[in-house]
């Protein structure tokens, strides 16, 4: 654990709170993606099957419990009570390639092939593509509540720290390398670029966000 790390996990922990608390004091999941919240939902229910297996530290198995928990909770808010606010034309991506091309790349480039490995490989690619759905959302309305950009500010920063907690650890760490987590957190960052460019010069000048005309 550093201290990128540790940030980047509180910006993790920070944008599901954020979620959480404008879904129910809104009592309205417009302008979220529900498809994005179930891949999401899928990353995390792939990755932490190792749960049942082995055990790293308190903080290690709480943080994987509650993002577990969280995602199930904001999918279940989505379909049950707020469900009638929820706008599936708007969010029309086409998530089926995501998934199809996470399981692909799991399949021809796992960390090792084990079938934990291969879905623990397999959430890593979904991760990195799962934040595409709510961007295609927001480019289909220009448009996304303060609330809403705070939140994925928080994800993408999140990811974005996660970046440098690597770097911090190549030169630190002997031996250290995952190729797979390295490729997939950059291109994963690098969706979030036009959104970061807006928030940073709209939404902390205390304007809306919208994308350009």
Not at 43 to 72: E, H, P, Q
Request: aromatic letters at 20%; hydrophobic letters at 50%.
């Amino acid at each position: 654990m550093n201290l990128f790390r540790l940030v980047a996990d509180l910006l993790h922990l920070g944008s599901i709170f954020i979620l959480i608390a404008r879904l129910n004091q809104t009592k309205s999941c417009s302008g979220i993606s529900l498809k994005t919240q179930g891949l999401y939902l899928m990353v995390f229910v792939t990755r932490y099957l190792d749960l049942f297996f082995s055990f790293v530290s308190v903080y290690n198995t709480l943080m994987k419990i509650f993002f577990l928990v969280s995602a199930g909770y904001i999918v279940y808010l989505m379909t049950g009570s707020l469900k009638t606010t929820y706008d599936k034309n708007l969010d029309s991506f086409r998530v089926e390639f995501l998934i199809g091309g996470a399981a692909l790349f799991a399949l021809l480039f796992p960390h090792k092939y084990t079938i934990l490995e291969v879905l623990w490989s397999f959430s890593i690619y979904l991760e990195a593509v799962a934040i595409m759905p709510q961007l295609f959302q927001m480019t289909r309305t220009g448009e996304a509540d303060n609330i809403t950009s705070h939140y994925i500010f928080a994800l993408g920063g999140y990811r974005a720290l996660y970046i440098v907690n690597w770097i911090y650890r190549y030169y630190s760490e002997d031996n250290y390398s995952d190729y797979i987590a390295w490729v997939s957190g950059v291109v994963q960052t690098v969706l979030y670029a036009d959104f970061f460019y807006i928030y940073f010069t709209r939404v902390l000048k205390g304007k809306e966000f919208k994308l350009p005309v």
